[in-house]
């Protein structure tokens, strides 16, 4: 699978690579970054999955993450992309292409996150013209639901997924 690489005026989202890990760890060890996607730093392991999952989702769906960084310095800013993740989770959202989107720390308040979904939308548009999009997001993950809301998601119930409480998102068409 040819994993496209997009670019945005300030980013460059890429198919994640070995040479990502270290800096994607380091993302995923944070507690700031974690405290609204499942609360608790992943290890080396889980991170590792991760890795191989975003990686992974192109060949056998033809859709997944990228990792991204800043094109200027070549930072890593996080990761966006789609996954249909089978999540225990109603309304199911099986055959979706589920977005997912995380940043590291230093790039939060930035506008990278906008960015760099808005590029993940406008290709999965062309490329797979899916009816619908969704997201879950923790209901008190503020910034993640006003981007959601500000790049066109919309809420369609609230949830729990793991036991926490969520909000299912979505984007028509």
């Not at 066109?152 to 119930?157: C, E, H, N």
Request: charged share 20%.
């Amino acid at each position: 699978m040819n994993v496209p690489t997009l670019t945005t005026a300030r980013l460059i989202l890429s198919p994640p690579q070995l040479a990502d890990f270290e800096d994607s760890l380091a993302m995923w060890s944070d507690p700031l970054v974690v405290r609204h996607v499942g609360g608790r730093p992943f290890t080396e392991e889980e991170s590792w999955t991760r890795l191989m999952r975003a990686r992974g989702l192109w060949e056998v769906l033809g859709f997944g993450y990228w990792a991204v960084r800043e094109a200027s310095t070549g930072r890593y800013v996080g990761e966006v992309g789609f996954g249909d993740l089978r999540r225990d989770l109603e309304p199911s959202l099986y055959g979706l292409p589920e977005m997912g989107w995380v940043l590291a720390a230093w790039a939060h308040g930035h506008g990278f996150g906008t960015e760099a979904v808005r590029a993940g939308l406008a290709w999965i548009d062309e490329a797979l013209a899916p009816p619908v999009v969704p997201c879950i997001i923790d209901v008190e993950n503020t910034p993640s639901i006003a981007l959601a809301t500000k790049v066109g998601f919309t809420l369609k119930t609230h949830t729990t997924f793991k036991g926490a409480p969520i909000v299912v998102m979505e984007r028509r068409a």
